[in-house]
């Protein structure tokens, strides 16, 4: 199993420009998640699903946009990019039942808006 | 507003020594209280997770404490290993669809 994967890696984008990052997690996990990390801010929720064609903001959802449209696939959109989306991105997946709802990571999204 | 507070924000322990990373939260509605472990380059993985049930949970040498009506709780690494540098974040959820509010993070250092 490959577990939690994001697409790109690394990516540099210019102010005013739009991408897509992708998350696919092969774990047949409900929920997934969508994360940036900034120096000394952890990690805060941008937006998070709980089943295929659901999703709901999180803490910071100001700037993006998501879809499921398929259980395995998360993407988090930025349609118009700030320099202040600059940092790196996490998307985590969850099996969503039981006491111990764990979160699996992907390797992480490192995205510089200049 | 920041519901989770984790300090400090970096650590630096000998080998064999003891490491010891707080955190402190706000809201009582919280129910379940996890640490990851990050090394450089990598997405966060769980190490060790507790409910507000017990006290304490120990699996090795990572120990999780809780106080309840402290509204703290704290991660303690026995016999740290320079293998444990890494960045370590507390994190705490309501089970509202399990989204977790981390802490800043603490980098820890350990050296040989």
């Known amino acids: 199993n490959a577990g939690v994967t994001q697409t790109p890696k690394f990516r540099v984008l210019k102010t005013g420009q739009s991408m897509t990052l992708l998350c696919a997690q092969d774990?047949?996990?409900?929920?997934m998640y969508w994360y940036r990390q900034d120096p000394g801010m952890g990690l805060r929720l941008i937006h998070y699903s709980v089943g295929e064609g659901t999703t709901a903001k999180g803490e910071v959802p100001d700037g993006y946009n998501v879809s499921r449209l398929k259980k395995q696939n998360f993407l988090l959109g930025l349609e118009s990019a700030a320099p202040s989306q600059t940092s790196v991105y996490f998307c985590?997946?969850?099996?969503?039942?039981?006491?111990?709802?764990?979160?699996?990571f992907g390797p992480g999204t490192r995205l510089t808006v200049l | 507003q920041q519901q989770v507070k984790q300090s400090p924000q970096s650590l630096i322990v000998q080998k064999g020594g003891i490491s010891i990373i707080n955190c402190a939260y706000e809201n009582t509605a919280f129910d379940y209280f996890p640490w990851y472990q990050q090394f450089p380059g990598k997405g966060p993985a769980l190490l060790i997770a507790?409910?507000?049930?017990?006290s304490e949970k120990k699996e090795g040498r990572f120990t999780i404490s809780f106080n309840k009506s402290a509204k703290q709780f704290s991660l303690h690494i026995m016999d740290s290993q320079p293998g444990d540098s890494a960045t370590y974040f507390c994190?705490?959820?309501?089970?509202?669809?399990?989204?977790?509010?981390f802490g800043q993070g603490t980098i820890l250092t350990v050296h040989p």
């Open positions: 985590a997946s969850s099996y969503g039942r039981g006491d111990w709802n764990e979160q699996f």
């Open positions: 994190a705490a959820s309501s089970g509202s669809y399990g989204k977790l509010t």
């Open positions: 507790i409910r507000p049930d017990v």
């Open positions: 774990m047949n996990h409900e929920y």
